[in-house]
């Protein structure tokens, strides 16, 4: 199975990924915790392009799409065929929410187009945070160029209409982490539920 933590900057995904890893691993179930943008070459030079205004959109988002093609077949995929629950830190929905709503020019298909080769996750989760509250928790001195509260703005509102439309599970992040992650913990177990869970266990 894998698992996926989606939402606008600040609303807790590598929080909540790395708490829910820690509850799945006690319980005996073979964890793999991963984010992106990755730990690869590609991943690092992508990080250093996300704090660049001047950077046109399609680039970040043939960069996403490479990073991501070669984070998957590399990684999620072989443990996935291992029998881990993988949990990523953001996937292939953020790519889609937040390169078309960089511009007009990039449609959520080109986006799709671009990535139809990495395989959609079981479980999508949203975490949902109005954006000036989640730009209260970041603690960087230099944001990001995604990070003001307009964008993030239209990037809730993408994210909230996607998440009607494929059936993604949304959780409110404006609370207390462990209410936050006990919410999420109990999707999860129903989900795992649908699955062969033996195969799962350590």
Request: aromatic share 10%.
């Amino acid at each position: 199975m894998h698992i996926c933590f989606e939402g606008i900057d600040g609303c807790g995904t590598t929080t909540h990924s790395g708490l829910l890893s820690e509850f799945l691993t006690a319980k005996g179930i073979r964890i793999y915790l991963t984010k992106e943008p990755s730990n690869t070459e590609i991943g690092l030079v992508l990080r250093k392009y996300l704090k660049n205004k001047n950077v046109h959109p399609s680039t970040d988002a043939l960069l996403f799409a490479a990073d991501r093609s070669h984070h998957f077949f590399n990684e999620i995929k072989q443990k996935l065929e291992d029998n881990y629950v993988v949990i990523s830190d953001r996937f292939l929905e953020s790519s889609i929410v937040y390169q078309s709503a960089q511009s007009e020019l990039l449609s959520i298909e080109w986006v799709k187009t671009l990535n139809k080769f990495v395989e959609e996750p079981e479980i999508t989760i949203i975490l949902d945070i109005p954006p000036k509250l989640s730009l209260q928790r970041k603690k960087e001195q230099i944001l990001e160029k995604f990070e003001n509260i307009t964008f993030l703005s239209k990037v809730r509102d993408i994210y909230l209409k996607r998440a009607e439309e494929n059936n993604y599970f949304v959780i409110n992040s404006d609370d207390e982490i462990d209410i936050v992650q006990k919410k999420i913990q109990k999707i999860v177990m129903n989900e795992l539920k649908k699955f062969n869970f033996e195969e799962l266990l350590k």
